[in-house]
């Protein structure tokens, strides 16, 4: 390194506040710094700059219908389809050749979607879709990997008004059938395998192993041949029918685009919470899509020129939002890869960037922090210079991590957005936007125009900068949950009931995270306060690993947290109370982590587990989790004192040191 670059390296380090370039600024979709007090002055019609962005069928009256709180309605007496806003438009807008999706298989095969392709193809899966009985307001459920499918599976749901309930495909086949279940979900579209690190994995046998489970009848299934000759050689039983057969049925057909109530479910996300059971958070038409199309403008700066990528997985929140509906809407071409980022080698992301010229690049800080153990050679062999904007979500990225990102993929020139939100928020909440503000590493930034978020105290009040409390939103906007499916109690009692006074008519949304704000009004998220874990960017609940844990022959009580790790910022670590007659030994382990991984996935797997007589409980039977914490982080032990027993503390504390 030379000594310009130590130089470079030491103010870095310094630096707390970083400009975005005059250039970037300059060329940014949004600059003007009055949009803050627009939006508030103006709120809610504010949000029709959102709604603006997209083509309504109907045109809607009603920006917000609060009459019925918390059960906000947006642009509720409009009509919208989001199939045609993400494709039909920009066809008949003269801009059919351009590429909306180009994916790239882990092998290297690319496939490239323009929007007159994807048009074909997404009407012919609509018209397959019907023809086997899926009607308006049917739940579909979609249990894929990476492939370009997806997407397609999911406008056409979109085109003919059913509802998509994407399953992230490394769930398990408990995980499928659970959430068939609860969405009472008829349909399966899936897929025979995936590539990771070079091996064929067999997805078809997960799935038919998910539906045996499904307490209902299953009409159809569709599946994907992704694998051809390195697939399981898996039969297709009498209602499962195969992908590109339907596909060359349907070829020429046309599906008139179903107008949508802007209030109608688009569709169901399942989310972890803090009882065993996911919650499916519903999203609706109209706000969702506006505000998704909204943020991506906004935030991402996109254009329709640009090459976009986001790297997460469309199984979650951040690929519905931020992979297809945010930019699909906008006209940009949207990046997929099916793979994982260290093969063949460690600089294959950035090979990506490289060769399809990347514009604008989201990803996740346990991501970044993989990339920073590699090290900085893999980027520098790539030419990396198409980039403009590079941004981060789905847990705290430290200071370190961030300016990281800035040097070593931004090369100082791109601003960073490190954006804060949920599956429940729809889209991003907390952020800098980068043609205005200054961007802070470490904090997230200021609550985005139109976002009336606060930082509270127990009591709901809002607390002085620099001091650590709870996140609230306390004003509605477009892109939230309308509710939990088929449980509006549940809604209310896990989201809004906290600070909620029913008789001011005051309510108050509360994320679960914890916060502090500075004297500018940036704001640090400090992580969740209920029972939610955040492993490498995934979002588990811990009762439903106990639940897991407990499920497995010969064991009694179990107790999961949160420990730090390097790269995945948390890690599972359970603590297991054997029942008598029962060995805490090497195969008792690694049943629970088989039973872990059947009931949830790989994702959730322990990364230690320690057997122990007994958990640390209050005198009235609650176990408490700080400590088990302090124990996984190595760190002094709090206060014992409320203990019935504290000497298992120390016990517990030895064999995790000693493990
Ligand atoms: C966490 C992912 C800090 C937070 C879009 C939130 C973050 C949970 C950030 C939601 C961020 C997300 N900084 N923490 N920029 N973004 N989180 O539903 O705890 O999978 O409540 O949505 O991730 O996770 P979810």
């Known amino acids: 390194m030379s000594d310009g670059d130590g130089e470079l390296e030491a103010r870095l380090v310094e630096q707390e506040e970083f400009e975005p370039s005059d250039e970037f600024v300059e060329q940014a979709n949004v600059s ?15 949000w029709e700059r959102a709604a603006d962005l997209l083509d309504w069928e109907e045109e809607y009256e009603t920006v917000l219908d609060d009459s019925n709180e918390p059960f906000y309605e947006w642009f509720s007496d409009g009509t919208i389809n989001a199939s045609y806003n993400c494709v039909d438009r920009h066809v008949e807008n003269g801009d059919k050749n351009r590429v909306a999706i180009k994916w790239e298989g882990e092998y290297g095969e690319t496939r490239t979607y323009t929007y007159q392709d994807l048009y074909r193809e997404v009407n012919e899966f609509a018209a397959a879709l019907r023809d086997m009985g899926v009607e308006e307001d049917e739940v579909v459920t979609l249990y894929m990997p990476m492939v370009p499918e997806l997407p397609i599976a999911m406008l056409a749901c979109a085109r003919i008004g059913a509802p998509h309930s994407v399953v992230f495909a490394g769930f398990s086949a408990d995980a499928l059938a659970t959430r ?32 045996e489970g499904v307490d209902h009848d299953v009409e159809a299934t569709v599946v994907v041949d992704r694998l051809g000759d390195d697939g399981f050689g898996h039969e297709l039983a009498e209602n499962q029918h195969d992908w590109d057969d339907l596909m060359d049925e349907q070829r020429g057909e046309r599906v008139e685009p179903v107008e949508r109530d802007a209030e109608d479910m688009l569709f169901l996300m399942y989310t972890s919470g803090t009882t065993g059971e996911p919650k499916g958070v519903k999203h609706t038409t109209g706000g969702y899509l506006a505000y998704t199309a909204w943020t991506s ?18 199984g979650w929140i951040t690929g519905h939002s931020y992979i297809v509906y945010g930019p699909l809407a906008l006209g940009t071409t949207t990046v997929m890869y099916e793979g ?10 950035w090979d990506i960037v490289e060769k399809y010229a990347v514009d604008v690049f989201y990803t996740a ?38 300016k990281w990102y800035y040097k070593h993929i931004g090369d100082e020139e791109c601003p960073v957005v490190d954006t804060w939100w949920q599956t429940e928020t729809g889209g991003m909440m907390i952020t800098t936007l980068p043609g205005v503000k200054n961007m802070k590493p470490g904090s997230a930034g200021p609550p985005l125009p139109g976002i009336d978020a606060r930082i509270v105290d127990t009591e709901g009040e809002e607390i002085e900068p620099g001091r650590a409390g709870y996140l609230t939103v306390n004003k509605p906007w477009p892109g939230m949950l309308r509710t939990l499916y088929k449980n509006d109690e549940r809604f209310i009692d896990e989201y809004w ?16 995270d914890g916060a502090k704000i500075d004297e500018d009004g940036y704001m640090t998220i400090l992580g969740r306060v209920d029972d939610v874990i955040n492993v490498s960017g995934h979002r588990l609940g811990t009762m439903e690993i106990e639940s897991a844990i407990v499920g497995v022959e010969g064991v009694a009580e179990a107790a999961v947290v949160g420990g730090n790790h390097e790269v995945k910022g948390e890690a599972v670590y ?13 195969e008792m382990r690694s049943r629970i982590i088989e039973g872990v991984e059947d009931a949830i996935g790989p994702i959730a797997r322990p990364e230690q ?25 190595e760190e002094e032990l709090g206060d014992t004192t409320t203990l019935r027993n504290p000497e298992i503390v120390t016990d517990i504390q030895a064999k995790v040191q000693g493990d």
Do not use: Q
């Open 32 to 46: 003007d710094p009055d949009i803050y007090e627009e939006f508030e002055e103006n709120w809610p019609d504010c």
């Open 180 to 211: 068939m279940n609860s969405a009472d979900s008829d349909y399966l579209v899936t897929c025979d395998g995936y590539y990771r690190r070079g091996d064929a994995l067999d997805h078809l046998e997960k799935a038919n192993e998910g539906l």
């Open 297 to 314: 403008h906004a935030v991402l700066d996109l254009k329709p020129e640009d090459t976009y990528w986001c790297s997460a997985d469309i």
């Open 340 to 349: 994982t980022p260290d093969f063949p080698e460690r600089d294959r992301l």
């Open 365 to 402: 800080p346990t991501a970044i922090r993989a990339f920073m153990k590699w090290g900085s050679k893999f980027p520098e062999r790539r030419d990396l210079s198409s980039l403009r904007l590079l941004g981060t979500v789905g847990e705290p990225i430290n200071p370190r991590a961030w």
């Open 497 to 512: 009931a906290e600070y909620s006074d029913e008789d001011a008519d005051e309510w108050v949304y509360f994320p679960e």
């Open 574 to 586: 359970a603590y297991v109370i054997t029942e008598d007659g029962y060995e805490g030994d090497d």
């Open 609 to 633: 587990v320690v057997f122990t007589p007994e958990l640390p409980k209050t005198r009235s039977g609650k176990i408490m989790r700080r400590l088990l914490e302090e124990i996984a982080n």
